[in-house]
C-alpha cells in the first residue's frame, strides 16, 4: 500500500522486488562458490545496504567516495577499480579496502611499496590484495561509448603491453565488457581472455569477471553462468 503522506521528491524501493533479486544472486553464489559484489556505481542506495549484506559479499567502487560509502555502511569485502589513482587517495584506500585493481603496470608498480609496508606485520586476513585489470580485445557492448574494449581503450592492459614480471605481488585478475547481457555474452569474453590470458590464470587467487550481467532478467541463462 503505498503511503500519500510521504513527502516529495522521494526515492521508493519495492524492498520484496529486491530480495527477489538478493536471492537469486545468492543462489548462484551458493551453487558455485563466487563472490558477487554490489556494484555502487550502479546502485549506492545505502539505507538498502544492510539487507543487500545479508546476500551478497561486499562492494565494488569505482574511487575513493565510493570505496568510503561501502565501507561505512556495509561492512563487508571492499574492493576498489579506478582508472588512475592519487597518492592522497590511496593513503585512505588501503586503510578500508581489502582488493585494489590496478590500470596499469605503471600504476601496480608506483604503489606495490606502499601497499607492501601497510601489509607487513599484518595478519594474512587483513592483508589488501592487489590485481591488474586486462584488457581481453573482445567487444560485446551495442553502444560504441560504452564499449571498455573499443580501439583506442585505455581500459585495461592489452596483451601486448603484458608483462609477466609484474605479477609478483599480484593475487588476481580483473576484466569488464557486459552492459546488462546474458551469461552468453561472458561465455564469449571468458573464451578471449583464456585465449590471450589463459596461461596466466592459474596462478591467480580470484578473477573479477566485472559487471554488466542482468543475472535478475527473467530470461537469463542462469545454467550457462554457473557453469
Same mark, same amino acid.
Given at each position: 500500500?503505498?503511503?500519500?503522506?510521504?513527502?516529495?521528491?522521494?526515492?521508493?524501493?519495492?524492498?520484496?522486488?529486491?530480495?527477489?533479486?538478493?536471492?537469486?544472486?545468492?543462489?548462484?553464489?551458493?551453487?558455485?562458490?563466487?563472490?558477487?559484489?554490489?556494484?555502487?556505481?550502479? $546502485?549506492?542506495? =545505502?539505507?538498502?545496504?544492510?539487507?543487500?549484506?545479508? =546476500?551478497?559479499?561486499?562492494?565494488?567502487?569505482?574511487?575513493? $567516495?565510493?570505496?568510503?560509502?561501502? =565501507?561505512?555502511?556495509?561492512?563487508?569485502?571492499?574492493?576498489?577499480?579506478?582508472?588512475?589513482?592519487?597518492?592522497?587517495?590511496?593513503?585512505?584506500?588501503?586503510?578500508?579496502?581489502?582488493?585494489?585493481?590496478?590500470?596499469?603496470?605503471?600504476?601496480?608498480?608506483?604503489?606495490?611499496?606502499?601497499?607492501?609496508?601497510?601489509?607487513?606485520?599484518?595478519?594474512?586476513?587483513?592483508?589488501?590484495?592487489?590485481?591488474?585489470?586486462?584488457?581481453?580485445?573482445?567487444?560485446?557492448?551495442?553502444?560504441?561509448?560504452?564499449?571498455?574494449?573499443?580501439?583506442?581503450?585505455?581500459?585495461?592492459?592489452?596483451?601486448?603491453?603484458?608483462?609477466?614480471?609484474?605479477?609478483?605481488?599480484?593475487?588476481?585478475?580483473?576484466?569488464?565488457?557486459?552492459?546488462?547481457?546474458?551469461?552468453?555474452?561472458?561465455?564469449?569474453?571468458?573464451?578471449?581472455?583464456?585465449?590471450?590470458?589463459?596461461?596466466?590464470?592459474?596462478?591467480?587467487?580470484?578473477?573479477?569477471?566485472?559487471?554488466?550481467?542482468?543475472?535478475?532478467?527473467?530470461? =537469463?541463462?542462469?545454467?550457462?553462468?554457473?557453469?
Amino acid at each position: 500500500m503505498m503511503n500519500n503522506n510521504l513527502k516529495t521528491p522521494c526515492y521508493i524501493v519495492e524492498e520484496s522486488l529486491l530480495l527477489k533479486n538478493l536471492k537469486i544472486l545468492k543462489e548462484v553464489m551458493d551453487q558455485t562458490g563466487c563472490k558477487i559484489l554490489l556494484a555502487q556505481k550502479a $546502485f549506492s542506495m =545505502y539505507k538498502t545496504y544492510p539487507l543487500i549484506g545479508e =546476500y551478497l559479499s561486499g562492494t565494488a567502487s569505482s574511487g575513493l $567516495f565510493e570505496a568510503r560509502l561501502g =565501507y561505512e555502511e556495509m561492512g563487508k569485502e571492499n574492493h576498489v577499480f579506478s582508472p588512475a589513482y592519487r597518492a592522497e587517495d590511496m593513503a585512505e584506500l588501503v586503510t578500508i579496502t581489502d582488493h585494489i585493481v590496478f590500470n596499469s603496470i605503471a600504476q601496480w608498480r608506483e604503489f606495490a611499496p606502499a601497499i607492501e609496508a601497510w601489509n607487513q606485520g599484518r595478519c594474512p586476513d587483513r592483508q589488501i590484495q592487489c590485481g591488474l585489470r586486462i584488457n581481453p580485445e573482445h567487444s560485446e557492448g551495442a553502444a560504441e561509448i560504452y564499449n571498455p574494449c573499443a580501439p583506442g581503450s585505455r581500459l585495461g592492459i592489452r596483451r601486448k603491453h603484458f608483462d609477466p614480471t609484474a605479477l609478483d605481488g599480484i593475487s588476481g585478475l580483473h576484466f569488464h565488457t557486459l552492459c546488462e547481457q546474458g551469461s552468453d555474452a561472458l561465455e564469449r569474453t571468458l573464451a578471449a581472455v583464456e585465449k590471450n590470458f589463459g596461461q596466466w590464470l592459474p596462478r591467480c587467487k580470484w578473477i573479477n569477471m566485472g559487471g554488466g550481467h542482468h543475472i535478475t532478467r527473467p530470461d =537469463y541463462d542462469l545454467a550457462t553462468l554457473e557453469k
